[in-house]
T-cell receptor
Framework: DSGVTQTPKHLITATGQRVTLRCSPR?????VYWYQQSLDQGLQFLIQ???????AKGNILERFSAQQFPDLHSELNLSSLELGDSALYFC???????????FGEGSRLTVL | QQQVKQSPQSLIVQKGGISIINCAYE??????FPWYQQFPGKGPALLIA?????SEKKEGRFTISFNKSAKQFSLHIMDSQPGDSATYFC????????????FGTGTKLQVIP
């Protein structure tokens, strides 16, 4: 158990819909990262937050947005969903002075 | 300059054999090089990591070899076991007030009995 909690674990929705994925980092970790992993693909970095502020942005679509709240949990919002958005979405957290990331179990999104 | 190139994409090794996965980086500012192991349906988990002040780090059957001048590092899995079958990601990052971890593209390892 990494200490990072992601909900929901599975989500099935239709094209055009909007979903919110939630992440609770490990206790004490200030940094939260979001990654997308499509079938048999690598980890595509989406966005990073540190203590509530956006710190780095990767290949995140304009239809996607995220935020980190004062209690350090984070949400990833995916809107106008397309079939190609079907993927595993991972949240990771870190103490922030090393590259040691702790990943959650992921949220599997299926868009039908 | 932020890329980390990983090879091979997939690897099949006989039980008891040595699995070798290679990575190369471009950014000389990187100073932390972790390897992550991911089993199907699970999140990646840190396996072993190295800093550039040492050329090798060993933990059990897993060894990282690091070549600073060539900007390359590799993971060796000795006496590979079927339970090692997973996807392995190398990564690189730079310490600082915040850091962005750059991942390689992953290697799917299958250890056959």
């Amino acid at each position: 158990d990494s200490g990072v909690t992601q909900t929901p674990k599975h989500l099935i929705t239709a094209t055009g819909q909007r979903v919110t994925l939630r992440c609770s980092p490990r206790s004490g970790d200030l940094s939260v990262y979001w990654y997308q992993q499509s079938l048999d693909q690598g980890l595509q970095f989406l966005i990073q937050y540190y203590n509530g502020e956006e710190r780095a942005k990767g290949n995140i679509l304009e239809r996607f947005s995220a935020q980190q709240f004062p209690d350090l949990h984070s949400e990833l919002n995916l809107s106008s969903l397309e079939l190609g958005d079907s993927a595993l979405y991972f949240c990771a957290s870190s103490v922030d002075y090393t590259g040691e990331l702790f990943f959650g179990e992921g949220s599997r999104l299926t868009v039908l | 300059q932020q890329q980390v190139k990983q090879s091979p994409q997939s690897l099949i090794v006989q039980k008891g054999g040595i699995s070798i996965i290679n990575c190369a980086y471009e950014n000389t500012a990187f100073d932390y090089f972790p390897w992550y192991q991911q089993f199907p349906g699970k999140g990646p988990a840190l396996l072993i990591a190295i800093r550039p002040d040492v050329s090798e780090k060993k933990e059990g059957r897993f060894t990282i070899s690091f070549n600073k001048s060539a900007k390359q590092f590799s993971l060796h899995i000795m006496d590979s076991q079927p339970g090692d079958s997973a996807t392995y990601f190398c990564a690189a990052s730079r310490d600082g007030g915040y850091q962005k971890v750059t991942f390689g593209t992953g290697t799917k390892l299958q250890v056959i009995p």
